[in-house]
């Protein structure tokens, strides 16, 4: 088995490469959760419906969230009505979300919500939320502190980010720490370490769990010549005193990754303890997908 720790873009494009060489049943996934939001038709966990998606084969790989072909139906006619719904929800996928915030309310655990979602869109492979309690992102911005989505999509990344801590006491589903001591190796995908891996690694109990499977970790650049493959991760490297290139990012997880793969358009570098790897990490095809995965598990095995 093999386990990624995952946000919601960058890694589930990794996630489909190794899909076509590996079984799920032999994949686990470790999601962030800090971005999960209670919304007045039901519970948003971006990062987890983005990875199941793809794991199901109906993501919409236009945006990576929401699925492939969904209506706005509802969207449109809440925006008739005068309601401010500033995220663009599809029909199917507020499904998603009432479906889980009523398991939610009946005392499952996200962890049991999740599974149960799994299991209805015949998904194998083992999908975690990072906790079952709840982390929260907060964005300290010119502009005063917002919830992630709201810097993202609400105001289009456009204040200056001064800081970004996370609210709340979590501890990490004990199944996670489970599938980081029994993976044959670890990968950190390319989702932003700030906002996506960041918030996991912020969990004790987890990050003493990949940092003692250290040399079987491998971390996978989100940078490509010199900019971040997309959104505005170099905003929030910067706010976390994080060089935004590939070899900031590589100290930024030395602690907890001896690997670290770059893309081959990448200046040389050198980071103390980490062996640096460098091949095409820009994920355009299938094929593109698939020869970084399988190159992966050529440099772990």
């Not at 998603?96 to 962890?111: A, V």
């Not at 891996?197 to 989100?222: C, D, F, G, H, Y």
């Amino acid at each position: 088995m093999i386990t990624l720790l995952s946000g919601g873009t960058g890694t589930p494009k990794l996630l489909q490469g190794f899909m076509q060489l590996l079984p799920q049943e032999e994949i686990a996934v470790i999601v962030n959760t800090a971005e999960d939001i209670w919304l007045p038709h039901g519970y948003l966990s971006p990062d987890i419906d983005t990875v199941i998606y793809t794991l199901a084969d109906i993501v919409n790989e236009e945006t990576w969230y929401g699925i492939r072909g969904d209506s706005f139906v509802t969207h449109e006619q809440l925006l008739n009505l005068g309601f401010e719904e500033f995220m663009n929800i599809g029909d199917l996928d507020r499904a998603t979300h009432i479906f889980r915030g009523e398991l939610l309310k009946r005392g499952l655990s996200l962890e049991e919500a999740t599974q149960k979602l799994c299991t209805a869109l015949g998904v194998k492979a083992k999908v975690l939320p990072m906790s079952n309690q709840r982390l929260s992102t907060v964005v300290v911005t010119s502009r005063g502190e917002m919830n992630l989505h709201e810097y993202l999509i609400k105001h289009r990344s456009e204040p200056e980010i001064k800081q970004v801590r996370f609210e709340g006491e979590a501890e990490p589903c004990e199944a996670c720490v489970s599938a980081i001591e029994e993976a044959e190796f670890v990968v950190i995908g390319p989702s932003n370490p700030v906002t996506s891996i960041l918030p996991i690694l912020s969990l004790e109990k987890l990050k003493k769990a990949v940092a003692s499977r250290r040399e079987s970790v491998v971390a996978v650049s989100p940078i490509v010549g010199g900019k971040p493959v997309s959104g505005p991760a170099d905003k929030f490297l910067r706010a976390a005193g994080i060089e935004p290139t590939s070899r900031g990012v590589a100290k930024f997880y030395s602690s907890v990754a001896a690997h670290f793969v770059a893309d081959a358009s990448e200046e040389e570098f050198e980071v103390e303890g980490v062996e640096i790897y460098r091949t095409n990490t820009i994920m355009k095809t299938l094929e593109d997908k698939r020869e970084l995965a399988r190159f992966l598990i050529e440099i772990m095995r």
